[in-house]
Structures are given as C-alpha cells and as structure tokens.
C-alpha cells in the first residue's frame, strides 16, 4: 500500500484464533489496521503483538463476549470510535456443538443459537449503525455450507447458520440504497481446535486458505460465497439431489 493511499480499517468480531485469527494476519498483510474482538483477551493480546511486529499496522484489541448483549454496543463503539472510519466489519464470533435430540440438554441448542444467531445479530446492528453514519462500509457475515444442509447430531448449529444466512440477505436487500455491502460467507470444513473432530469430513481445509479465498472475495465485493470454491461451488448445487441415507454415511 502506498504512502498516498488511505489507510483501511476492519474489525473483526471472533478474532482470537481459527479462520478469524486467520483472516487477520491475511488482512494485516495487505495493509490494513485492525480490530479484533473476542472473549479471549491473552490470545488477542498476542495476535496483536505478532501483527504490529511483522506488518508495522496499528492494532487495537478488546474483550468481548458476543452473548452478553449489553456490552456488545458499548464495546464495539468504544473501538470503532477510536478507529474514527470502519471500511469493514467482519462477523465471525461462532461455537459448534453436538447434541443428540432426545437428550434433555436444551441448554448446549442455546448456547449455539445465542452465540452464532442472537450474538451475531448484537454486532450487526452495531456495526449497521456506524456504516449508516458514516455514509459507507461493509459488512461480512461468516456462515456455513452447514446453512444448506443438515449434519446429524449438529441440528442446532446447521439452524443457526442457515438463520443468519437469511438475516444477511434481507439486509442486503435492506440498504442496497446505500453504499453498504454485504458479503456472506459459507466455508466448508475447516481444519481448526474450534471444531475438532474434523479430520474425518471430506474436503477439509486450512483455515489459512479459507481466509485467503475469503479476503480475496471481500476486496472483489462478492456477494455470496462458498469457500474454499473447490470442490464446494461444485457440491453445494447438487447436495439436494444426494438421498438423506447417502449424506449420512459421508458426514
């Protein structure tokens, strides 16, 4: 980035390790300065630490939990006010879980639908009202090809997905009057410690290259993607077609 060109700024909410952590040192490699946000505040702390050393960017970082709805606004505010402009907001904060239906543990359902749903939604609304003020800005949400079909024993996991993904799009549609954009996200398997286990899904990949994929997609302002785009923008149109008996042996 040259000396003449603006600074760009992003925030990312669910920053501290996995595809978000991922995404920043991608987007700390192309210039941009950043925000990073999570619950865990030593693990941002040393993220930011590797970031400035290795790229000279300006780094700020701030605890926050996504379910804790009260402090979504004020925390997200405090940051974005520090920043002065935010070019991009990227939505990421999510759990995964599994839960056989029948087991009484409704508890472990809300906690996936409040973080990936409910908490979402908190730092959208947040980051809408600054875009709005502002007069631009963009905004990613971070889904999963899970939106599109259902894996056994993570009902409420693929549900909070698919429910964002339909929140993204009716904002789309919502200020497309604006110059706000909104890029939706669906990685496929996704080698990460958020979700172990991973090993025995098809496809899986790095959540380096996923970043990558998706950095690329935000700065060609995409609409929607699927990542990585091979194989999964070849499977994802046919998934319907595949009988209920066959998917399950495979995921």
Excluded at 11 to 28: F, H, N
Aim: hydrophobic letters at 45%.
């Amino acid at each position: 980035m040259s000396s003449t060109t603006a600074k760009r700024t992003a925030l990312i909410v669910g920053a501290s390790r996995g595809i978000g952590a991922s995404l920043a040192r991608e987007l700390a490699s192309r210039g941009y300065d950043l925000g990073l946000l999570a619950r865990n505040q030593e693990q941002l702390n040393q993220l930011a630490t590797e970031l400035r050393a290795a790229h000279g960017i300006t780094v700020k970082v701030a605890s926050l939990d996504v379910c804790k709805e009260g402090n979504v606004a004020p925390v997200m505010n405090d940051m974005m006010h520090a920043f002065g402009t935010v070019d991009l907001v990227i939505v990421n904060s999510g759990v995964t879980g599994v839960r056989k239906a029948g087991d009484g543990n409704i508890a472990e359902d809300r906690r996936i639908i409040e973080t990936n749903l409910l908490g979402a939604i908190a730092v959208i609304d947040v980051a809408m009202a600054q875009f709005k003020q502002q007069g631009h800005g963009h905004l990613v949400g971070i889904s999963s090809v899970s939106a599109s079909f259902a894996i056994p024993g993570s009902g409420a996991y693929s549900a909070s997905k698919a429910a964002l993904t339909n929140y993204l799009e009716a904002l789309r549609m919502e200020v497309a009057k604006r110059k706000i954009d909104v890029t939706i996200v669906h990685p496929g398997f996704v080698n990460t410690d958020i979700a172990p286990g991973m090993e025995k899904y098809p496809f899986v990949a790095t959540p380096e290259k996923v970043a990558r994929e998706i950095v690329n997609g935000i700065e060609k302002k995409k609409k929607n993607m699927v990542v990585p785009r091979f194989p999964w923008s070849l499977i994802m149109p046919v998934l319907h077609l595949i009988p209920d008996s066959i998917k399950s042996r495979v995921i």
